[in-house]
RNA sequence: GUGAGUGUAGCUCAACUUGGUUAGAGCACCUGACUGUGGCUCAGGAUGUUGGGGGUUCAAUUCCCCUCACUCACCCCA
């Protein structure tokens, strides 16, 4: 069948095209607040790129990525997520830093779809890089719950943990090998496996027998060095006192690799349309990425949204269209209309005009089917007395407008 | 990658259990009643390779197998 989209892709029909575009405008109106400049980057990169970045272990880059060998034999990969592209545009174009950058776009994990998952899917994101103040951390997560507020999703929280540095985490992680290694009988074969792997991911288990093993394991934001430490208190008493509804959740790992300190997740709290997904989106500091890329020591911070999930958690929630239909009666109004059409557009008054055939009663259905707000009826009865009936289609109301005067009154409204 | 469930008109679904002449309904759509007033009403109309392929059978939307798609969950993440 040629007439399917790839799985795991979605067309964004009216009005949800519509929907998307208003929502990645209003991030970049809450960014811009902030001091974010937008920028734009490849789809793909080198592989090499998320391998060395995104991390080995993920299995974003061992089983997600979309990886193809092109015409001159470069290896490369769609991106699966935008962090690696933006700082290595940073470091490629020597930006001076500290600097603030935001990017939208589409990102592809090939994996099974399902509700507010998909392999093409769309991020808002966010990096600053230069900055290691703990305020920043609180900075940018408060711009978060800003976007949030702004978009009316304000039933939401942001889970924050601290997942310490190369200082304290393999510290940490003998530690916490230990506490594993005395209950590896009781636990799930998936955590056997992630005890070998990444014994910190054991705490995203959803098995209960495991949560509960877990409870009493310790705990990496319990264990950070002094510097980790300090940065992690600093970043908790801001977000008190700057009153963010935040929730300490020490079990909360994520999941890349070149995550340190600061994590967070916003989670909605209220009855979730995501399905089994929890958060619309997740962030935390990179401090050690940029070293990594071959780069001056930088720390780093960012935070990616899910579109499609943020999407899907505002459902219907649909914006009445702001459109004029022009229906013109004869040939003369028509010739009017035409005119009138042009005039509108010039005043940046959305507009459209019927085409000529059609009666009075059907180019009202035509206006409704688009959502119109306003139709303007052009007949034999307005040419005379030089106005035009303007008529409001969700209030089912009309009033005679003088001709000179329609533009000040659209706009008006 | 693993497991479960669904695919019938543009949409939501019925008929399948116990195979049987032209596969139905509601909404939407088209036409008209209404030749300058749309969401209502009434009358009429169009619509399906029953996701695709194969098998069993005199006969398959119905039973079996394969495949594709969607949904949900696991894994993982936005």
Same mark, same amino acid.
């Given at each position: 069948?040629?007439?399917?989209?790839?799985?795991?892709?979605?067309?964004f029909?009216p009005p949800y095209g519509d929907q998307k575009a208003l929502v990645e405008n209003e991030f970049r109106k809450v960014?811009s607040l902030?001091?974010?400049?937008e920028?734009?980057?490849?789809?793909?990169?080198?592989?090499?790129?998320?391998?060395?970045?995104?991390?080995?272990?993920?299995?974003?880059?061992?089983?997600?990525?979309?990886?193809?060998?092109?015409?001159?034999?470069?290896?490369?990969?769609?991106?699966?997520?935008?962090?690696?592209?933006?700082?290595?545009?940073?470091?490629?174009?020597?930006?001076?830093?500290?600097?603030?950058?935001?990017?939208i776009?589409?990102?592809?994990?090939?994996?099974?779809?399902?509700?507010?998952?998909?392999?093409?899917?769309?991020?808002?994101?966010?990096?600053?890089?230069?900055?290691?103040?703990?305020?920043?951390?609180?900075?940018?997560?408060?711009?978060?719950?800003?976007?949030?507020?702004q978009i009316?999703?304000?039933?939401?929280?942001?889970?924050? #943990?601290? *997942?310490?540095?190369?200082?304290?985490?393999?510290?940490?992680?003998?530690?916490?090998? $230990?506490? /594993? %290694?005395?209950? &590896?009988?009781?636990?799930?074969?998936?955590?056997?496996?992630?005890?070998?792997?990444?014994?910190?991911?054991?705490?995203?288990?959803?098995?209960?027998?495991?949560?509960?093993?877990?409870?009493?394991?310790?705990?990496?934001?319990?264990?950070?060095?002094?510097?980790?430490?300090?940065?992690?208190?600093?970043?908790?008493?801001?977000?008190?006192?700057?009153?963010?509804?935040?929730?300490?959740?020490?079990?909360?790992?994520?999941?890349?690799?070149?995550?340190?300190?600061?994590?967070?997740?916003?989670?909605?709290?209220?009855?979730?349309?995501?399905?089994?997904?929890?958060?619309?989106?997740?962030?935390?500091?990179?401090? #050690?990425? *940029?070293?990594?890329?071959?780069?001056?020591?930088?720390?780093?911070?960012?935070?990616? $949204?899910? /579109? %499609?999930?943020? &999407?899907?958690?505002?459902?219907?929630?649909l914006t009445s269209r702001k459109l004029v239909y022009i229906i013109a009666?004869?040939?003369?109004a028509l010739k009017q209309g035409r005119q009138l059409l042009d005039t509108l557009r010039n005043a940046e008054i959305p507009a459209l005009i019927n085409p000529?055939?059609?009666?009075?009663?059907?180019a009202?259905?035509i206006a409704d089917n688009l959502s119109c707000e306003y139709v303007i009826i052009i007949?034999?009865?307005e040419?005379?007395?030089k106005v035009y009936t303007l008529k409001n289609l969700t209030q089912?109301s009309q009033q005679e407008i003088p001709q000179d005067k329609i533009v000040e009154v659209l706009s008006k409204k």
């Amino acid at each position: 069948m040629i007439l399917s989209n790839p799985k795991g892709t979605q067309d964004f029909l009216p009005p949800y095209g519509d929907q998307k575009a208003l929502v990645e405008n209003e991030f970049r109106k809450v960014v811009s607040l902030y001091g974010f400049s937008e920028i734009v980057n490849p789809t793909f990169e080198h592989t090499e790129l998320y391998l060395r970045s995104t991390g080995l272990t993920t299995d974003i880059v061992t089983k997600q990525m979309y990886t193809f060998t092109d015409k001159g034999n470069r290896e490369l990969a769609l991106r699966p997520e935008g962090t690696p592209g933006v700082v290595r545009a940073v470091l490629q174009n020597k930006l001076k830093l500290p600097v603030r950058l935001f990017y939208i776009g589409p990102m592809f994990r090939y994996e099974r779809p399902q509700k507010g998952r998909y392999r093409e899917f769309f991020q808002l994101g966010v990096e600053v890089i230069g900055e290691s103040e703990p305020e920043t951390d609180v900075e940018i997560i408060e711009m978060g719950m800003r976007f949030f507020n702004q978009i009316n999703l304000s039933d939401l929280i942001v889970k924050v #943990n601290s *997942v310490g540095c190369p200082i304290c985490r393999p510290k940490f992680r003998v530690q916490l090998r $230990l506490f /594993l %290694d005395k209950n &590896l009988e009781q636990i799930c074969d998936d955590c056997k496996i992630r005890v070998e792997q990444n014994p910190m991911r054991v705490f995203d288990c959803k098995v209960e027998k495991c949560k509960e093993i877990y409870h009493d394991a310790p705990k990496i934001s319990d264990n950070l060095c002094y510097d980790c430490q300090n940065h992690f208190q600093a970043v908790l008493k801001e977000l008190n006192e700057r009153k963010i509804p935040f929730e300490l959740d020490k079990m909360m790992v994520r999941g890349l690799d070149y995550y340190t300190r600061t994590a967070f997740e916003f989670v909605p709290t209220g009855s979730s349309e995501l399905g089994s997904q929890d958060s619309v989106g997740g962030g935390g500091r990179y401090d #050690n990425l *940029v070293e990594d890329f071959g780069g001056p020591k930088t720390p780093a911070i960012g935070f990616a $949204l899910g /579109l %499609d999930r943020i &999407l899907i958690c505002l459902g219907n929630a649909l914006t009445s269209r702001k459109l004029v239909y022009i229906i013109a009666l004869d040939a003369q109004a028509l010739k009017q209309g035409r005119q009138l059409l042009d005039t509108l557009r010039n005043a940046e008054i959305p507009a459209l005009i019927n085409p000529p055939d059609k009666n009075l009663r059907a180019a009202l259905g035509i206006a409704d089917n688009l959502s119109c707000e306003y139709v303007i009826i052009i007949g034999a009865n307005e040419m005379q007395k030089k106005v035009y009936t303007l008529k409001n289609l969700t209030q089912r109301s009309q009033q005679e407008i003088p001709q000179d005067k329609i533009v000040e009154v659209l706009s008006k409204k």
